[in-house]
């Protein structure tokens, strides 16, 4: 079955970085576009970024861009969030997620922290 594991996640300060990891098993990886969201407390789920199969195409909420990369290794089994240029409003519950066919797929998400 579809399986998604998020890691990296942590306590960092304002102006910090940090990487996630998505490890994906269950599906073939390479030919699925992956997706990270974040969820902060009290709001709704938002698209942070996307990736195509190919890492030919990457998009990024608006908020993000310039600070957070997205990238995969196919080979790998793994999409990464590049997080830089931390800030506090960038605390939230981190998820990647696929879809396979109609049905959606995600992790169980990495608190990320930004505080001083």
């Known amino acids: 079955q579809v399986q998604l594991v998020e890691s990296g996640g942590g306590l960092v300060q304002p102006g910090g970085s940090l990487r996630l990891s998505c490890a994906a098993s269950?599906?073939?990886?390479?030919?699925?576009?992956m997706s990270w969201y974040r969820q902060a407390p009290g709001k709704d789920r938002e698209l942070v970024a996307t990736?195509?199969?190919?890492?030919?195409?990457?998009t990024y909420t608006e908020s993000v861009k310039g600070r957070f990369t997205i990238s995969r290794d196919n080979g790998k089994n793994t999409v990464y969030l590049q997080m830089n240029s931390l800030k506090p409003e960038d605390t939230a519950v981190y998820f990647c997620r696929t879809r396979r066919g109609w049905s959606y797929y995600w992790g169980q998400g990495t608190q990320v922290t930004v505080s001083s």
């Open positions: 269950g599906f073939t990886f390479s030919s699925a576009a």
């Open positions: 990736i195509t199969s190919d890492s030919g195409t990457t």
